[in-house]
């Protein structure tokens, strides 16, 4: 596949996805009401009850977003090399404007953190 296709499909995959983020337990069915059968996939990661001030609080809330990720992004077929960087690349991506929605510099430290080391270990 060809960098201009891969990032086609990379654009298409996360026009249909996205993570909605809620603070409060009032956010959330506000956000789950507003849905209709056309909207894109979307998954609330509730984060009101950590203290995003905490490396922990930040740390719970990304792996939080690395799960939604997970949820919304194709899964490759096993064996599948150019369909597992589509979804690495679909999640990092929407983990990034999660981040940058919630706009907390512990949490931009976390998802830094582990940008970095998934770079070293896909070198390794």
């Known amino acids: 596949m ?10 298409r995959v996360l026009a249909v996805c996205t993570v909605v983020l809620a603070a409060g337990a009032l956010a959330a069915p506000a ?4 849905s209709t059968p056309t909207d894109p996939p979307s998954v609330v990661v509730r984060y009101g009850d950590l203290d995003l001030s905490s490396e922990h609080g930040a740390l ?3 792996r939080r977003l690395e799960s ?5 992004c194709p899964q490759p077929v096993m064996g599948d090399l ?7 690349a ?5 983990i990034a404007r999660a981040v940058r929605t919630v706009d907390n510099p512990r949490l931009a430290a976390v ?12 070198r390794s």
């Open 2 to 11: 060809t960098h201009s296709a891969f990032n086609a499909n990379i654009a």
């Open 31 to 34: 956000a789950l009401a507003a």
């Open 60 to 62: 719970v809330l990304y």
């Open 68 to 72: 939604a990720a997970r949820m919304l």
């Open 82 to 88: 150019g369909g597992l960087a589509r979804s690495r």
């Open 90 to 94: 679909c999640q990092n991506e929407l």
């Open 111 to 122: 998802q830094s953190a582990h940008s970095s080391g998934s770079a070293r270990s896909s």
